[in-house]
C-alpha cells in the first residue's frame, strides 16, 4: 500500500496567505470599494449619533405656552423687524388685549379675527406705536374666556428682539 503525502503549503502562497496583513491585502485587492463603503457608513452613523446628541442636549429652552394660547408671533426671543406685525392666537373660546413695550393697544388698531381668537398688531402711522427701535421689546397678551370678564383675566409675558 502506497502512501500518499500532501505538501504543506508554503508561507505567503496565494492560496493560503501567512500573515493577518497578506488577508486584509489579498481581500482588499480584491474589492477595494468595500473599504470605502464601510468608512462612510461609520462616519455617517458616527455623524448623526453625535447630531442626535446635541440634539437632545439643547432642545427647545422657550417656556411652553399656556393652555389657552395656541401661538405666539414674534416667538419667544425672536428676531424680527422695525414693522412686523405682533401676533396672538388665543382658543376660540377666549378674548384679550395686546400690551406692547407697556402700551396697551386700542381695539380699533388691532387686525385679526376676534371670534377666532386671533388678535394682531402692526405698527404705522397713527398707530400706538409707528415702529419698533432696535432692542428688545415686551409683548403681553392679558386674556380671558369669553363668557368671563375682564376680572377674570390672565396674561403671558414674551420678549422679542428687533434688529437694527
Not at 502506497?2 to 482588499?28: E, Y
Request: glycine share 10%; hydrophobic share 40%.
Amino acid at each position: 500500500m502506497a502512501r500518499s503525502t500532501v505538501p504543506a503549503p508554503l508561507v505567503g502562497d496565494a492560496a493560503t496567505p501567512g500573515t493577518v496583513a497578506d488577508v486584509v491585502k489579498t481581500r482588499t485587492q480584491r474589492n477595494p470599494w468595500r473599504v470605502v463603503i464601510v468608512v462612510t457608513g461609520l462616519l455617517l452613523a458616527a455623524n448623526l449619533l453625535i447630531w442626535a446628541g446635541l440634539a437632545t442636549q439643547q432642545g427647545d429652552e422657550r417656556a411652553p405656552l399656556p393652555g389657552a394660547i395656541e401661538s405666539i408671533v414674534p416667538v419667544e426671543g425672536g428676531l424680527t423687524s422695525s414693522n412686523s406685525s405682533v401676533q396672538v392666537d388665543l382658543r376660540d373660546d377666549m378674548t384679550g388685549v395686546l400690551v406692547i413695550d407697556g402700551h396697551e393697544i386700542p381695539e380699533d388698531q388691532i387686525t385679526g379675527t376676534a371670534d377666532l381668537g386671533v388678535f394682531e398688531f402692526r405698527p404705522g402711522t397713527d398707530q400706538e406705536i409707528s415702529r419698533f427701535e432696535p432692542g428688545t421689546h415686551s409683548a403681553t397678551v392679558v386674556y380671558w374666556p369669553r363668557t368671563g370678564t375682564r376680572a377674570d383675566a390672565e396674561s403671558f409675558t414674551w420678549d422679542f428682539r428687533v434688529g437694527g
